[in-house]
């Protein structure tokens, strides 16, 4: 299930949160948002934990692996706001 957490911002602790693996970021939604994840997830077989779906519902990808969703700032990773905790933790509640 998905929660809220606090996260150092060193590139350490973004990747020891994905597995102690190289870090990937997408930025799927029009939120300044970004999705951290396994940048080799889906290489490693890693589970499959969510999906990504269009304006319409449809899957258009998932995600393998840990990821979390992080805030954006002009220049770098931040805190979500409330509302976009709110959000995301809705959106990714729960698997797939």
Known sequence: KARV???LNSLESLQH????SYIECTYPFDDPVAIVCDEEGKLRNA???RSLRDENGNIYDIIAGPFMVVG?????FASLSKEHQEKYSKMFEYHL
Not at 17 to 20: I, L
């Open 47 to 49: 589970t499959l934990n």
């Open 72 to 76: 954006l700032s002009e220049d770098d």
């Open 17 to 20: 949160m994905v597995g102690d």
């Open 5 to 7: 957490t606090t996260v």
